[in-house]
């Protein structure tokens, strides 16, 4: 059964993909002679591209495969086999996407065939193309052709990576070594005998890609034809890379019968069923069997990538992917009893990748002791470098099956080993609970892993540990099963992290109970908001109110509990063990002491984690807090527990200008022009929240600098310019945002982008016309993005929206972080107009 563990992307993923030129467009010639970018240039670049590659997968998925294809020599990345439609039909798609690769530091080896290519031209010279056996035949008159061509192909790539600012370095030739394969009956074919690794070894240390053809030479210079995908494989024998990639215009291998994609071929598991199916035939067929021959001889960390150009950075940087993966896999075995496992191929997994064995918490042999009380079922690979222990208690078979250790290497996950084990316990378990364990922050599972596989979950607020389950359809029996958690029934999954939300909805029925918040800032406008919104909320509460003026004041407009204001120093915090959260409602500066006593407990174990969310500017700039804007970040907040809120005015620019990443003018930065009703700048008397000052008037202010600018431009990596005003009403913001393009788009190309982008966002709401105004948007939840007036010359688009400042520009924003991090539905307690 093939394997479909690796998701599909999404149409704006594959447009973010295939549209991606204008980020790396073209350098001007002055500055296209081979010259390297300076270090701080190449830096800022590569930043920025990385950032890009956010759009197609989580930060943790970008920066692992970074760090992954980093890890090798330069020539062990990829090898990369174009096909000759490639290079007529998507040239421009191919080097933005040879560039992207380049622009983050890494350097495939090109090798590009030119079959189309040499058939329009022998047939312009009439000479009709002879094939025996698929073997191009070749004469003297079509060896002279096919020089030609494979030299003009070759000049044709390197000529379009240059023009996008690339070193590309053209080798025709003088890499592959060949005899006749059969000369009375090919011709001039030739049969690989050696590779001449110089030439692509002095590309990449001049800094430039290697751009071969399939050309190869015989000991006295004669100039021989060599089946592209022959050329390829050699090559990769050779280098044993990392990634071999065949680039075609399908973009994968399709199902001959259901004709949908294959995502993912395991050929330990699948290959000797899958050469039996009657649709395996022809080209699907040899380019299967070839790619076991050339896998079986490289190490198993080594894969296939069938895709298209557009689609290269999602298959490459994703755990999805995009085309289709073949791999060697690694052969599953599953045993019912533990003396049929041979005990040192536990002891290794265990003692490399379980965490609570490297702790010293347990040993391998007192825990394997443990298992005899119960029936156990073992999961595990051929080279032990996964592992799944499934328990079921024999008093008591009506009990769910429990998932006691999950234990993956880095190896294993980054080719997706964990997800075929998940199908055969799927297969053998209809019910199924698991417990993950605060504790495993060093575990190879991203962090949404367990939520994509699970039907429910709950976060236990007391160790931070969650619980998930699988196939329990009665609401009893889920409310049993959690009561057994939260006695401690259950057991952790070692080799993961801690996180507490659904990846999706899958019930309709809430399987969390209620989480406590406390409120430091609780004086101001946001503050309030907040708490209005809590009120309303199925499953926060409301513990601690406090603000320095206010203390001893009863909280008003709260009816869930009888609340007064207190005056909360920075040490008082650890004392409130019932609070799950804190938002810090404080001006810039204020937080970090009641961050530091926090964090100081909880890391000397005074005090259990709490979720602490900062709606100043104060961590908005450090990767050690998640930037809570769930429209980009969402993946990233399931479980966080110290969540940078972003600005007002930030998250209105941002969402303007992300859709639009990839079709930016490299050399113009955006503007936007931002109006604040006063109520943006906050309760302490000034003249931008003076109304008397503010009649009739706009007041323009910071207009340089402003601290969201900063916060813009570092978090979608390009800069952004920004001018704020404030105006004479009371909430609400504006923004009229000018988008320089590299390339031409109309008013439809630009909403279709938008529309794509943001499809299926509750808090985002995409006009098919005209101009959203702040008056229609004044307390709403959500934010309106319209206008998109395109200048005449196809190259600046004007993008207006409006965002309510204290409610998605704060309270609200703050309220989804709340929820994803503590593991409710991200919209419960927000109103969806």
Request: net charge neutral; aromatic share 8%; hydrophobic share 35%.
């Amino acid at each position: 059964m093939l394997s479909i563990a690796r998701k599909v992307s999404t149409p704006m993923v594959a447009r973010l993909a295939a549209r991606s030129t204008p980020l790396v467009r073209p350098m001007v010639a002055a500055r296209r002679q081979y010259n390297a970018y300076n270090n701080d240039a190449a830096a800022a670049e590569k930043e920025t591209i990385v950032k890009l590659l956010y759009n197609i997968g989580s930060r943790k998925e970008v920066e692992q495969y970074l760090r992954h294809f980093s890890s090798v020599e330069s020539q062990k990345f990829a090898v990369i086999k174009v096909g000759g439609a490639v290079l007529t039909d998507e040239l421009e798609t191919l080097a933005s996407a040879l560039t992207f690769l380049n622009r983050v530091g890494l350097y495939p080896i090109v090798l590009h065939g030119g079959g189309p290519q040499l058939n329009r031209l022998l047939e312009d010279a009439g000479v009709e193309p002879q094939y025996e056996e698929g073997i191009r035949i070749t004469d003297a008159t079509t060896m002279e052709i096919a020089r030609k061509v494979f030299m003009a192909e070759n000049l044709k790539l390197v000529d379009a990576l240059e023009r996008h600012g690339t070193r590309a370095r053209p080798i025709p030739g003088g890499v592959f070594s060949a005899e006749y394969l059969d000369k009375d009956k090919y011709g001039f074919v030739g049969n690989i005998t050696g590779v001449n690794k110089d030439a692509i070894e002095s590309s990449i240390r001049a800094g430039a890609l290697p751009i071969l053809t399939s050309l190869a030479e015989t000991p006295d210079g004669q100039i021989l034809n060599v089946n592209a995908d022959v050329a390829a494989a050699e090559l990769a024998t050779v280098l044993e890379p990392l990634k071999i990639v065949f680039l075609n215009e399908k973009n994968g291998l399709y199902h001959g019968v259901t004709g949908k994609k294959i995502v993912t071929i395991n050929l330990d598991e699948e290959y000797e069923d899958l050469m039996k199916e009657p649709w395996v035939k022809y080209g699907t067929r040899l380019k299967i069997r070839q790619c076991k021959e050339l896998l079986d001889g490289l190490p198993r960390s080594s894969s296939v990538a069938i895709i298209s150009a557009s689609h290269l950075h999602k298959e490459l940087f994703t755990d999805s992917g995009a085309g289709t993966l073949i791999r060697r896999g690694h052969k599953l075995f599953k045993y019912n009893k533990l003396d049929q496992v041979d005990p040192d191929k536990i002891r290794r997994i265990m003692e490399s990748e379980d965490p609570v064995v490297k702790s010293g918490e347990m040993s391998v042999a007192s825990y394997l002791r443990e298992l005899q009380r119960k029936n156990v079922t073992l999961y595990t690979d051929e080279p032990g470098q996964v592992m799944a222990i499934v328990t079921t208690d024999p008093a008591d078979p009506s009990k769910p099956a429990v998932l006691e250790k999950l234990l993956a290497s880095k190896t294993a996950v980054l080719n997706n080993v964990p997800d075929n084990l998940w199908s055969s316990i799927r297969k053998d378990h209809d019910v199924l609970t698991w417990r993950v364990s605060a504790k495993a922050e060093d575990g190879n599972l991203d962090q949404s892993w367990h939520f994509e596989r699970a039907d429910g979950s709950l976060r236990n607020p007391q160790d931070g540990s969650t619980m998930f389950f699988y196939g329990i359809q009665d609401s009893e029996r889920v409310k049993q099963t959690l009561d057994r958690f939260k006695g401690g029934a259950a057991k952790a999954p070692a080799g993961a992290r801690a996180f507490s939300t659904f990846a999706q909805q899958r019930r309709s029925y809430s399987t969390v109970k209620t989480a406590n918040v406390g409120l430091i800032g609780a004086r101001g406008y946001t503050g309030r908001e907040l708490i209005n919104i809590i009120n309303n909320h199925p499953n926060l509460n409301l513990t601690h109110v406090s603000s320095r003026e206010l203390e001893g004041k009863p909280l008003e407009g709260y009816t869930k509990s009888s609340l007064s204001y207190v005056n909360l120093k920075p040490e008082d915090l650890t004392a409130q063990k019932e609070v799950d959260a804190w938002v810090l409602a404080l001006p810039n500066g204020i937080c970090p002491p009641f961050v530091k006593q926090v964090d100081q407990a909880v890391k000397e174990n005074r005090s259990p984690e709490k979720v602490l969310i900062d709606l100043g500017a104060d961590y908005r700039f450090t990767d050690e807090w998640t930037y809570g804007l769930p429209e980009f970040n969402r993946k990233n907040l399931v479980g966080a527990t110290r969540i940078a809120n972003p600005g007002c005015y930030a998250t209105g620019a941002q969402m303007s200008l992300r859709p639009l990443l990839p079709f930016l003018d490299k050399y113009a930065a955006p503007t936007v022009f931002g109006v604040s009703g006063y109520s943006g700048a906050g309760t302490k008397p000034s003249p931008k929240n003076d109304p008397e000052v503010l009649r009739d008037n706009l007041l323009p202010y910071s207009m340089t600098n402003h601290i969201h600018e900063r916060e813009v431009s570092h978090q979608l990596g390009t800069p952004v310019n920004f001018i704020p005003h404030v105006a004479s009403y009371f909430q609400g913001i504006q923004l009229t945002v000018n988008v320089p393009l590299g390339k031409s788009m109309n008013a439809n190309d630009v909403r279709n982008v938008f529309q794509e982008f943001y499809q299926g966002e509750k808090l985002v709401k995409v006009l098919e016309s005209g101009e959203p105004y702040v008056r229609d948007n004044s307390g709403k939840h959500f934010v309106r993005i319209g206008g998109f007036s395109v200048h005449p010359d196809g190259k600046r688009v004007v993008v207006a929206a409006t965002i309510d400042n204290l409610l998605k520009g704060a309270a609200t924003q703050a309220v989804q972080n709340l929820n994803i991090a503590l593991g409710f539905d991200e919209y419960a307690g927000i109103p969806i107009e």
